[in-house]
């Protein structure tokens, strides 16, 4: 891919594509020379000897070398045209039914089935259980396959894996001293022959010496046994990562408290059954309910946290295993996504520092490649970026040469640290300066565009060579790509490369369905598996940036362990934040979700996936099961790409495919890659058409994308069920939390824009529990997902109805001091004891959860406050447009949060922004003040024997209204700065002192009557 080739726009269902250079005239693609694959449409490409490639020697029907290769390997070996059975042709390897050849053409790649990267990665595991063999000597087998590169070394394939390499048979012979023995020895049948009876006496006591080498207690003498090299490959083999259990002595009272409040519950919850209110059956009967729902979803939300635990990773061992020095590097290579919609609700300024942190992560460039999806088909995000790659290209040598921490610059020159520290280069303090001036003009830059766009002119936006912009009309407009930073012309500076830059824009037209952020992401997806084909891929939200530059490889030492990655789905990362105020009034940071109960899932299958931070395993989203043994699983069809396991039935045609149209034969062969990668052969020109074709707004017609592959439809939180849906396939997910955070992002601190945050993912929530893919019924027939991570998943879809019983049981303290009765009856002494064990658990219970998780107590409060809070609005809002969504097919739109801040520091926390959700928590907080005031006045008026029962009622108002204390604060604002607690107190000691006037009324003198001690009072 060429940096230089300009905008690629098109649709594939009119037949349009043209390249928009910078300053010249629309020009249509042009095919290149030679002939075309009459399968792909790809060029058919030369042989090594320079010749015209030709696939079929019979009819010369035109076929290319990658799908005459494929149809070899997975086809039915024949030729389309004439019927021909294909024959083998030089540099190509063997299949089932080839003849035997004599010729030696290319004899040493016969069995060369996997690619370098695959070979050093067997190495490495052989070397892992190389001392674990033990078996027959090698003058047992002088025909086995030993790799070369294993010369030397104290370890060998195990048996039963199909060696890689060339092997011993065509000459390289091998002092096999130093190589243990195979874990196998000879077939039942073998002891009979000849060479058994000859050598079974030395074969016996060549085994029990190596026994005993195994066990330490003899062994060869070595001149290298000290070598440094040796200790070098030993460190390479250790694990990439461990586990780190949680101490014993934090965990286990912490279950042995859960427990006994599961005792205590169920005992004080007989009681309030078996002891009604009858003066009061309505209020006692409600709160039954309330109470028995809060226990189940507290049960669906405690049990999954049973086993947690903590993982370390190991970057120095990663390197030794696949960044050897003199050798090529063997790491993994890796897609990037970012998605943006509106860029004036996601500043352009913004998104270019998640892609410049990005730009500079510590990987190799030629492995990363930065996809950017435009959803909204802006100029100014396509601007932009253009200026966004022109500025990174001074920005990424910058970062690496002084390895600064963050890499997205306005968070790096924005920190309030001593920049100088460890920083012992002198031209250091020159170089920053001058890379601070250049950010500022970038960012002036930056804002005039955005400035710019604020007026859209009449007849739409321009580009620079007087070609109307393709995505005037968001709705509808075609597919557009473009490469800004490439293998051609992506190079900063200094010269060197830097990663790949490409800007994406799916095509939308009138009556089509596509699916938001899903949509976009499946798209990216497509792209990336035409244009690069990166075995694994990360997304990112536009607003956050990679705060640790290594995370990508802390992510890599989970998905490249040889013993635990290959049925690692995908890693997450936990989400931190800047910019919120230092006591997290709303409970922005959602500490207890992130440092709790992801921990808690770790221990089980793995975390949720929560839509920004993580790692995927491409294959794991192309709807491959994990692999359950050293045999590959059979292959299946989803109709656009294969699938591991069964063969899923299709309704609409027959296999499944794509019948709207002719499927992306590129992108449907880059699935068959599991390791990745992109057939040399493929023409930059080839694939952008391509790329183009499987963006285009029809392709997913009639196909299992949005169902079984890719991002999952169906809710507007498609990161739930994206990662359900891998689970219920065997996979297992990780939890990563470095020790310096590996992203940060934005988070609303507004309280207006908290609640509607937190009110799409309530909606979401109910929208997955009514649709086909439930936690509570999906899944059961393949019973790969495990119970208690089943119960976290239900969890995710039901918290939102606990806003209903929670709504009745902030009313009901109120309802109890206005009408004065109560839900409880008078309890004994003995009764009493179930109250106080129920209280002194939950206390408990948060204690030693706060202990082993290392959450403050100021952050699980915020967490409790803003669950009230969250539960009787934005959670009750989410029910009601859920029901209405799925009864009266009443849709409600997606508002995409903002990330734009207030100039002054945290001045949007105070910012007042009315919206309906603000109505239920006032009109609660409101009710429970009145109540409080209209009991104490009852209380006066009837003197002191109503004031004990009168404790019980204001105890539970008070605990309603100190959870909604951060809400009267946000209500408030700023105002004139008095303090909120201040106003709180005022009102009520006021309300309370001017009833305690009016009763005690000590200045007034009494007027005269009768005596009413002597007549009574009607007298």
């Known amino acids: 891919m060429e940096a230089s080739a300009g905008l690629v726009a098109g649709s594939h269902n009119r037949n349009e594509l043209v390249v928009i250079h910078g300053h010249e005239e629309p020009k249509a693609l042009k095919n290149l020379d030679g002939q075309v694959c009459e399968i792909c449409g790809d060029e058919i490409g030369l042989t090594v000897d320079g010749d015209l490639f030709v696939a079929c020697n019979e009819c010369g029907f035109p076929v290319c070398r990658p799908c005459y290769e494929y149809e070899r390997r997975e086809g039915s070996q024949q030729c389309p045209q004439c019927k021909t059975r294909y024959k083998r042709l030089k540099g190509s390897p063997r299949v089932e039914g080839d003849e035997d050849e004599e010729d030696i053409d290319d004899i040493e790649h016969e069995f060369n089935i996997d690619d370098e990267q695959n070979k050093h990665r067997n190495i490495a ?44 048979a065509y000459g390289e012979h091998m002092s096999s001293s130093s190589l243990h023995k195979r874990v196998h020895p000879y077939p039942a049948s073998e002891p009979e022959s000849a060479r058994w009876d000859e050598k079974k006496e030395g074969g016996w006591r060549e085994r029990m ?9 003899l062994g060869p003498e070595n001149d290298d046994a000290y070598d ?16 780190v259990p949680i101490a014993s002595s934090k965990l286990n009272p912490y279950r042995m408290v859960i427990v006994a409040r599961l005792v205590i519950l169920a005992f004080f919850l007989r009681y309030r059954i078996m002891n009604p209110v009858h003066d009061a059956i309505g209020l006692w009967l409600t709160s039954i309910i309330c109470e028995i729902w809060f226990a189940f979803s507290w049960i669906l939300d405690q049990f999954p946290k049973w086993f947690p635990i903590d993982r370390e990773t190991y970057l120095d061992r990663l390197s030794l295993r696949y960044e050897r020095e003199g050798e090529p590097n063997m790491l993994a290579s890796v897609d990037i996504f970012v998605s943006t919609v509106d860029p004036l609700k996601e500043p352009p300024l913004v998104t270019a520092n998640t892609i410049l942190s990005i730009l500079a992560v510590d990987y190799p460039v030629e492995k990363i490649s930065c996809y950017i999806s435009d959803d909204g088909a802006s100029m100014l995000t396509f601007e932009a970026l253009s200026q966004t790659a022109e500025f990174a290209r001074k920005w990424v040598p910058f970062c690496k040469k002084f390895a600064i921490e963050p890499r997205a610059p306005e968070m790096y020159f924005t920190l309030k640290v001593d920049y100088l520290k460890d920083k012992v280069q002198p031209t250091f303090v020159k170089e920053r300066r001058a890379m601070k001036r250049e950010y500022e003009e970038f960012k002036v830059r930056v804002n005039a565009l955005v400035a710019k766009a604020q007026k859209v002119p009449l007849e739409g936006w321009i580009m620079q060579d007087g070609t109307p912009w393709p995505g005037n009309n968001t709705k509808d407009h075609p597919g557009m790509i473009q490469v800004f930073l490439g293998q051609n012309g992506g190079h900063d500076t200094e010269g060197n490369e830097l990663p790949r830059l490409v800007y994406v824009s799916r095509e939308k037209r009138p009556g089509f369905a596509h699916h938001k952020k899903a949509g976009a992401m499946n798209a990216l997806v497509r792209v990336s598996g035409v244009l690069t084909n990166a075995p694994f891929m990360l997304n990112l939200d536009c607003d956050h940036y990679i705060n640790n530059s290594k995370a990508v490889r802390e992510a890599m030492c989970f998905l490249m362990d040889p013993q635990i990655g ?17 006591h997290d009034r709303y409970a922005n940071r959602n500490t207890v979700f992130f440092d709790i109960n992801m921990k808690g899932l770790d221990g089980i299958q793995g975390p949720v996936y929560v839509g920004t931070g993580c790692v995927f395993r491409r294959q794991a989203l192309y709807g491959y099961e994990p692999p359950k043994g050293p045999k590959r699983p ?13 063969r899923r039935k299709d309704k609409h045609s027959k296999d499944g495919g794509n019948t709207n149209g002719p499927s992306s034969a590129i992108f449907v062969n880059s699935t068959l890659m599991e390791q990745g990668g992109v057939p040399p052969s493929s023409s930059p020109a080839a694939l952008l058409k391509e790329a183009i074709h499987v963006i285009s707004c029809g392709y997913e017609d009639k196909t299992e994308w949005g169902s079984e592959l890719g991002w999952i439809y169906g809710s507007i939180t498609e990161d739930i069920l994206t990662g359900f849906k891998m689970h219920c396939r065997g996979w297992r997910s990780i939890y990563c939390m470095p020790k310096l955070p590996a992203f940060k992002g934005s988070a609303p601190i507004n309280l207006s824009d908290r609640l509607n945050q937190v009110l799409r993912w309530a909606l979401g929530s109910v ?3 009514f649709s086909r893919h439930s936690p509570s019924w999906y ?40 009408t004065d009765k109560f839900i409880m009856p008078p309890i004994s002494t003995f009764a009493s004891l179930f109250f106080i064990a129920l209280f002194l ?19 699980w409060w915020r967490n409790e406050q803003f669950w009230v809070i969250g539960g009787i609005s934005a959670h009750l809002f989410a029910v009601i447009q859920g029901l209405l969504k799925v009864l009266a097919g009443i849709d409600t739109n997606f508002t995409v949060t903002s990330k734009a801040t207030d100039d002054e520091e945290f001045g949007e926390l105070y910012a007042f922004k009315w919206t309906t959700l603000l109505i239920p928590p006032t009109t609660i907080l409101v009710f429970n003040l009145v109540g409080v005031v209209a009991g104490i006045s009852d209380a006066i008026n009837n003197g002191y024997q109503s004031w004990g029962p009168l404790f019980g009622k204001l105890f539970f108002s008070f605990w309603v209204i100190v959870h909604l204390y951060p809400f009267l604060k946000g209500l408030m604002g700023r105002q004139n700065r008095t303090p909120t607690i201040v106003v709180i107190w005022s009102v009520l000691l006021a309300s309370i002192f001017s009833l305690l006037w009016v009763r005690i009324d000590p200045f007034v003198m009494k007027t005269k009557g009768p005596d009413t001690t002597m007549c009574g009072i009607n007298c």
């Open 125 to 168: 595991e052989s070397m892992l259980y190389g001392k674990m063999t033990y078996g027959r000597s090698p003058e047992d087998d002088e025909s086995s396959q030993i790799p070369p590169s294993l010369a030397g070394i104290r370890s060998r394939l195990v048996s039963g894996e199909f060696p890689v390499g060339s092997s011993l």
């Open 209 to 217: 010496d190596d026994w005993k080498l195994q066990q330490g207690n």
């Open 228 to 243: 440094p090299d040796m200790a070098m490959l030993d460190e390479a083999r250790q694990p990439l990562s461990r586990k």
């Open 566 to 582: 290959r049925k690692v789905c995908y890693v997450q990362f936990p989400q931190r934040f800047d910019g919120i105020d230092r």
């Open 634 to 646: 059979k292959m299946g069809t989803c109709g656009c790409c294969p699938c591991f396991g069964r």
């Open 767 to 769: 929208e997955i529990f």
């Open 779 to 818: 899944g059961f027939k393949g019973g790969k997902l495990r119970w208690l991570e089943r119960f976290a998943y239900v969890n995710t879809t039901i918290y939102p109805f606990t806003s209903l019983p929670l709504l009745a049981y902030c009313s009901l303290p109120a309802i109890c001091l206005l």
């Open 841 to 859: 658990s939950i206390f408990a219970t948060g204690i030693l959860e706060l202990r082993w998780s290392g959450v403050s107590i100021e952050e």
